[in-house]
């Protein structure tokens, strides 16, 4: 399965791309993720993106260029992924289809995870992720069982920095404005695929089976 889940920030992308994983198997690539560790790590690369992924714009094409590349091209990738914020504009995808192209792979089916600006808002607002593994969760409806503490790994659980309200509408309007032109574009390729982001996981997780509709 190679499939693109696309999507306005807290429409469920990480969160339905982790349960695929494992139920359905390839690998997770999130940029989003890959970001974060290297802002950790304090890398070139993390030092160069922090300052727009604080103020909720995109990275330069070219840092995420040079680094999705890298990642396309580990061994892992070949039975199988799941892309998780890449692509987010028209270049992106054009450079998705232009290394995949070269590397002799594809793209089955891209994956569109419908939501409200309002919903996402709510959401967001009550997200909490693990500072060490990266699970996700929300005060609202699953939260952890112990409070700020991960039942995976026992790490701390925190808000992201750019989980606040304005920042959340600045996102969301950024997603509006570019990645939203990404609908045509995979439309046009026959490759999207509409699902209801509003309901209960598991719901929305049996969408996305390989077995459904042939992906
Ligand atoms: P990124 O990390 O990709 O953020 P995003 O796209 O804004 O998406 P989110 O991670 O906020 O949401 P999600 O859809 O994964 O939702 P989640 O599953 O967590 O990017 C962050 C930044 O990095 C960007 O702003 C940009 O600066 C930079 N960046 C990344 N990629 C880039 C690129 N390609 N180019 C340039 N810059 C890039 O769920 C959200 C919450 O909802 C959680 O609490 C979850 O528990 C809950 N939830 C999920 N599903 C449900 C459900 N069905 N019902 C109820 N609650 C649910």
Excluded: W
Excluded at 149 to 162: E, F, K, M
Excluded at 170 to 199: F, N
């Amino acid at each position: 399965m190679r499939m693109i889940l696309l999507g306005p920030p807290g429409a469920g992308k990480g969160t339905q791309a982790e349960a695929a994983v494992k139920r359905f198997g390839a690998v997770h690539i999130s940029s989003g993720d890959m970001l974060r560790e290297n802002v950790k790590s304090r890398t070139e690369l993390g030092l160069a993106a922090e300052k727009y992924m604080n103020a909720g714009q995109l990275v330069t094409d070219g840092i995420i260029f040079g680094m999705m590349r890298e990642r396309l091209e580990r061994d892992d990738v070949r039975p199988g992924f799941i892309l998780d914020g890449f692509p987010r504009n028209i270049a992106q995808a054009e450079e998705l289809d232009s290394l995949l192209n070269e590397m002799g792979l594809g793209i089955d089916v891209v994956v569109l995870l419908e939501i409200s600006d309002d919903a996402v808002v709510a959401r967001l607002g009550g997200r909490r992720v693990c500072s060490v593994c990266g699970a996700i969760y929300n005060v609202v409806g699953h939260s952890t069982k112990k409070e700020g503490v991960c039942d995976l790994c026992g790490g701390s659980v925190i808000q992201r920095g750019d989980d606040v309200e304005s920042v959340i509408r600045d996102r969301l309007a950024l997603y509006h404005a570019k990645t939203s032109q990404l609908v045509e574009y995979y439309e046009r390729a026959g490759l999207l695929r509409r699902i209801d982001a509003s309901g209960p996981t598991d719901a929305i997780l049996a969408c996305l089976d390989p077995q459904r509709d042939g992906v």
